[in-house]
């Protein structure tokens, strides 16, 4: 079958419209299936390290990032207007077929908290940091652990961007020694902290470590309500493409970054929601037609739902949502797609 391509002069020349829908706040069902458009400087904003490549491409083509009202989005805020936030974070999970927006859907909701005041805690691709790792060294703070500086840093240039407000107000609750002379002592905004990570590349992972320790504790106060979002979470329990000098493999677990993030997972802590989703795309040693939790996750002991969890049914359809003990997943379609 012959493939239409079409020139971004032909490309400039289409008329798109795209509906001006209320705020995120009051999306509502009747706004289902329709699109509404993030300004751009608030795509930067909040979206610091880019978004999925394929609507990158749309936003650079059209000038604009029109992000679908998913039915999933919509459960979701409904979720997090009525949540008791003394109550144990609730975990969410989003699943579904290759395609079907899943990435999106956090997006929807990671923009939807940034605009109603919440620090969000974005991890965009948690399989980036299970593979392909260009430097792996010895932690300095636990000899079994190995750290990543290179993705450190790079996360937490991108957290800086996001959450430069919150940085200067929360201030450490003890005092942090990185060195013979460097240490960031208690009372100091959280900010110094992501400073020394970027400036000493070395100490990037712990420094990640202590911001994602600080703000789990200092949440629970409700001074600011923590969004934490994992694209792929999948990947914190599977298996790593990682190895040793002597060749032997590493474990998730083994990874400073996974797992001061599987202790995030744990919803131990009040006062904000972690939202996640399972990936196919960037899976290890998985197959290509697996998208079940069950499939993708298997049995973990961290928080995360069992395979006997009871999941919402796959008929076409926007999606569905159950929930159990706190854990609330939801399921999207090939019907998503417009």
Same mark, same amino acid.
């Given at each position: 079958m012959p493939v239409l391509t079409l020139s971004k002069q032909v490309l400039a020349s289409i008329d798109v419209t795209v509906c001006v829908l209320p705020s995120q706040a009051k999306h509502s069902e009747h706004h289902e299936g329709r #699109?509404?458009?993030?300004?751009?400087?608030?795509?930067?904003?909040?979206?610091?390290?880019? $978004?999925?490549?394929?609507?990158?491409?749309?936003?650079?083509?059209?000038?604009?990032?029109?992000?679908?009202? +998913?039915?999933?989005? $919509?459960?979701?805020?409904?979720?997090?207007?009525?949540?008791?936030?003394? @109550?144990?974070?609730?975990?969410?999970?989003?699943?579904?077929?290759?395609?079907?927006?899943?990435?999106?859907? $956090?997006? @929807?909701?990671? @923009?939807?908290?940034?605009?109603?005041?919440? $620090?969000?805690? #974005?991890?965009? %691709?948690? #399989?980036?940091?299970?593979?392909?790792?260009?430097?792996?060294?010895?932690?300095?703070?636990?000899?079994? +652990? &190995? %750290?990543?500086? &290179?993705?450190?840093?790079?996360?937490?240039?991108?957290?800086?961007?996001?959450?430069? +407000?919150?940085?200067?107000?929360?201030?450490t609750q003890k005092t942090y020694v990185w060195g013979k002379q460097e240490s960031t002592e208690e009372g100091r905004p959280l900010g110094e902290v992501v400073e020394q990570g970027l400036a000493r590349t070395r100490n990037a992972s712990d420094a990640v470590g202590v911001v994602l320790k600080e703000l789990k504790q200092q949440c629970q106060r409700g001074s600011f309500r923590l969004l934490v979002a994992v694209d792929g979470v999948n990947a914190l329990w599977g298996r790593t493409t990682l190895k040793r000098e002597d060749k032997s493999p590493v474990s998730p677990g083994e990874l400073t970054l996974v797992y001061n993030l599987r202790k995030l997972m744990m919803n131990n802590w009040n006062g904000g929601a972690i939202v996640t989703t399972l990936s196919q795309t960037g899976s290890l040693f998985k197959p290509r037609s697996a998208y079940l939790p069950q499939e993708l996750l298997g049995k973990v002991s961290h928080g995360l739902p069992p395979p006997s969890f009871t999941m919402g049914n796959r008929n076409p359809g926007w999606g569905t949502a159950s929930g159990h003990g706190g854990r609330v997943c939801f399921s999207l379609s090939s019907h998503n797609i417009l």
């Open positions: #699109h509404y458009s993030i300004p751009l400087e608030e795509v930067k904003a909040v979206f610091p390290h880019g $978004l999925p490549s394929r609507f990158q491409q749309q936003i650079k083509t059209f000038n604009e990032a029109c992000l679908m009202v +998913r039915k999933p989005a $919509l459960e979701l805020f409904t979720y997090l207007k009525s949540s008791n936030f003394a @109550h144990p974070a609730v975990r969410y999970v989003i699943y579904g077929e290759k395609g079907t927006g899943k990435t999106m859907t $956090l997006c @929807h909701v990671v @923009h939807y908290c940034a605009r109603q005041g919440w $620090l969000v805690l #974005h991890i965009p %691709d948690a #399989h980036l940091w299970v593979k392909n790792c260009k430097e792996l060294m010895k932690s300095s703070y636990k000899e079994e +652990r &190995l %750290d990543q500086p &290179l993705q450190a840093s790079v996360w937490l240039k991108n957290f800086k961007a996001s959450n430069e +407000r919150f940085l200067k107000e929360i201030k």
